[in-house]
Structures are given as C-alpha cells and as structure tokens.
C-alpha cells in the first residue's frame, strides 16, 4: 500500500496546490496512468492496495461519470489509491455514442485504452481487488465476490432503491436523485479538474433531461450543475441560482446534444440494442418446487418494438440473447416519442427454458406468475400491445411471449426491477 501511495503521490504532487488542482488540465491522462498503476500492481498480486470504485453494468454516463468523480477525489485529494472501473468490455463503448461525446468533452478521446473496463482484466479469477465502492448501483455483483473472501464494500453514493446491503459502507449514501452524479459531486471539491465538472455536469443533464423542470430533476442535481457550472469548462455567464438553470444556453446546448447522440441508435443491430443498455438479476422464487436460481434480464431499447423487433426479430435475437446469457426472463422495456411527439413505454417479455439452466424449471409456472404480477401492477397500468403480434404469440412449447403497452410511461427500469423482485419473491 505504501509504495503505491508514494507513486501516485509522485504523480499527483504537482496537482496539490489548491489552484493547481483546477488547473490541471489532464484528467484523462491521470486517470490512464492510474490504469497503468493498477494494472502493473494486479499482475504483481498488489491489486489489494487499491479501492475499486464502479458503477453498474449498463455503464451508462451516470455510472461512467460517478466511477471516475469518485475515484479522482479519492485518489488525488484523499490519496486513497482508487481505480474507476467501467462494467462493460471494450467494445462496449461504441454503443453508447452520448458517452464518447461526453467523455471526449472531458479529454477522453480514447476511453477503451484511457479506462479500465471487464476486458482488462478479464483473465483474472477470482477478482484482483477486495475493497469496492459502489456507484449507481447497491448491491456487489458476484462476479467481484466470488471466490474473493475478502471482498467488501467500503463505500456507497446511489440513487437507486437501497437493497439494504453492505451496512458498514461509509460513506452509505442511498437516496433519491435523477443522477447519481450529483449524490458524488457533493464529495467534490471547488478545485477540481474542469474536464471533471464538465463530465459529471453532463451525467446529470442526460439524466434529468436538461433538468427540465417537472421532470426527473431534484434539487440535488440542480444545485450540482449550479455549483459546478462556473468550474466547468462550459461557458455560464448568466445567474445560475433560479429554476431557470435549464434554460442557461451552455447547459440546454449540452443536454440537446447529448439527447441527440443519445437518440442515434438506428445504426445499432437489434442484438446490440438489447446488449447496450441491460441489467441482470438472480432470483430464487420459493413458490417453485425446489427454489431453482432464476437468471432475468432487463433490456432498455430506446425505440418503440415496431422500429426494430418486428418480422420475428423479437423472438429470434430475443431468444438468441437469452441463451447467451442463460436467461429464463428477459424483460425489453421500450422507451421513445410517438410521430406526435407523446412520450410512449412498451414491455416486451420472454419466459424459456434456459439452456444452462436446470431442466426442471417450471417456466410455464413462472411466465403464469409474471403475466399476473405485471397486470395486476397499479404502478405499470399495462395493458396488451395490440399494434405488435409476436410471431409466437400462441404459447406452445416452454416459451412464452407477452407485450404490453405501458400506461405509465414515467416507469423506468429504476421501478420495473423492484416489481419484478416483488413478483419472483412472492408466493
Ligand atoms: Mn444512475
């Protein structure tokens, strides 16, 4: 631990007169000698000594953006040896095209060789680290934990529902925010790296769209982007206190230009669209004989299932995926504006066998529970998606298909996940 504090000291020392740290204008090169760091210290079985901060798998901006704000202050204010780790594999990256714009606004121009991601250590069994801080998620996946006895979560900023998990976490901060972004640039100094302010400024408006008003935006994140804004490297020269933070022109042209990347997905496949935004959970639903481990996928695709999911496609790459992914579940939750420009959410889902599973899971019983659990929801209102007929809507065989359209539009995966534990833990 010691020696690794006194290389990165090395390195950081220039950094540490309080202007200096602002004026720094090299964060991506810090944070990519910090991966050289890690790396050299993993393969000499010294990746203990560092702190692996990560947010979750989707690797959205919000996680990206939280991983490396939260990993810089540890690291260069609080010399803590910290690495951001970003749960995707390297060419992940392409996938989201609003990352690459807000990462190279922040001097990452070559994120997939300056972070470190899953493809970096991928030969590594079991993980190189024990001490994790979590980010844009609660709960230590098990591919950090297994056969890593030592492994703990030392610290927490989210925002999503807190699963109770990893009591000891200090700071454990689990609280309602568009971003999770703003909950980690409360941990930030004034004299940060503008790149930095910038990055996570970001995060916090492709969140909350723009922080328009009404929509997803707290208070949190609105007072983040109106303290960070005049350390950023966007320019604000209006008063930055009144709701009217959305309409400062630096901050609407970055939300509008973020959206609009964002929105660029007509030249993903429909197999990269259920890969780019997805989240996996494990569940072990007693009301099933012998409580077999389920393995269920969330897929956010943010174009209606007739752009890309008709002709079969659905079931075919739909299917395709799940046996990737030994999948017995796969939800694809929509999301998307209709030719009048509504807001829309449709539900996709697919109960099956999955081929690594155990034979002996009843699907029938599970896709009988699902389709009860999700109609019966006061919270999704859903109701069967008639302008969509999936090829095999008659349920023959063990695979089941049902979609829905989403009354409640405003239900992101942040609250399809909750009910969907609520279903596969209840009799
Ligand atoms: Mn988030």
Excluded at 111 to 123: E, F, G, K, R
Excluded at 166 to 192: E, F, I, T
Excluded at 250 to 261: H, I, N, P, R
Excluded at 326 to 346: D, E, I, W
């Amino acid at each position: 631990m010691a020696s690794t504090v006194r290389r990165l000291s090395r390195i950081t020392s220039h950094l540490n007169g309080s202007k200096a740290l602002k004026e720094d204008q090299h964060l991506a090169k810090l944070i990519a000698s910090h991966k050289a760091q890690y790396l050299n210290d993993v393969k000499s079985s010294k990746g203990k000594d560092w702190t692996v901060v990560m947010g979750n798998e989707a690797a959205d901006l919000d996680s990206i953006a939280s991983s490396i704000a939260y990993a810089w202050v540890q690291t260069v204010v609080h010399h803590q040896p910290t690495i951001a780790y970003i749960q995707c594999e390297r060419d992940d990256y392409s996938l989201r095209p609003e990352n690459l714009h807000a990462l190279h606004l922040a001097g990452f121009n070559d994120p997939a060789t300056q972070l470190l991601c899953a493809s970096d250590l991928a030969t590594y069994r079991p993980f190189p680290s024990t001490r994790f801080a979590l980010v844009d998620h609660n709960r230590l996946g098990t591919q950090f934990s297994d056969g890593n006895p030592d492994a703990h979560v030392a610290a927490i900023v989210d925002h999503h529902e807190d699963e109770g998990l990893h009591k000891d976490a200090d700071p454990r901060v689990v609280a309602p925010s568009g971003s999770c972004a703003a909950h980690v640039a409360g941990l930030l100094p004034d004299n940060l790296p503008a790149e930095l302010a910038t990055l996570v400024i970001a995060a916090i408006l492709i969140d909350t769209s723009g922080l328009r008003p009404g929509g997803k935006a707290t208070d949190v994140d609105r007072a983040a982007v109106a303290r960070l804004l005049p350390h950023s490297t966007l320019s604000s020269e209006q008063s930055l206190t009144g709701p009217e933070l959305h309409d400062v022109p630096s901050v609407s042209e970055l939300a509008q230009a973020l959206q609009t990347k964002k929105a660029d997905v007509a030249a993903l496949s429909a197999w990269d669209l259920l890969r780019r935004d997805y989240k996996e959970y494990t569940y072990r639903p007693s009301w099933l004989s012998s409580a077999p481990e389920i393995r269920a996928g969330l897929a956010t695709v943010p174009l209606s299932l007739k752009a890309w999911a008709k002709g079969g496609v659905l079931e075919s790459e739909g299917v395709r995926y799940m046996d990737a992914r030994g999948l017995s579940v796969l939800g694809v939750l929509t999301t998307f504006q209709s030719k009048k420009g509504k807001h829309k959410r449709q539900m996709a889902w697919v109960v099956r066998a999955s081929p690594h599973g155990s034979s002996s899971i009843d699907v029938d019983a599970i896709a009988t529970h699902l389709w009860t659990g999700l109609e019966g929801s006061s919270d999704m209102c859903v109701t069967p998606l008639k302008s969509f007929e999936p090829h095999r809507w008659e349920e023959t065989g063990s695979i089941h298909i049902r979609v829905y359209k989403q009354g409640n539009a405003k239900a992101t995966r942040k609250a399809v996940a909750p009910l969907l534990k609520k279903i596969m833990d209840t009799e």
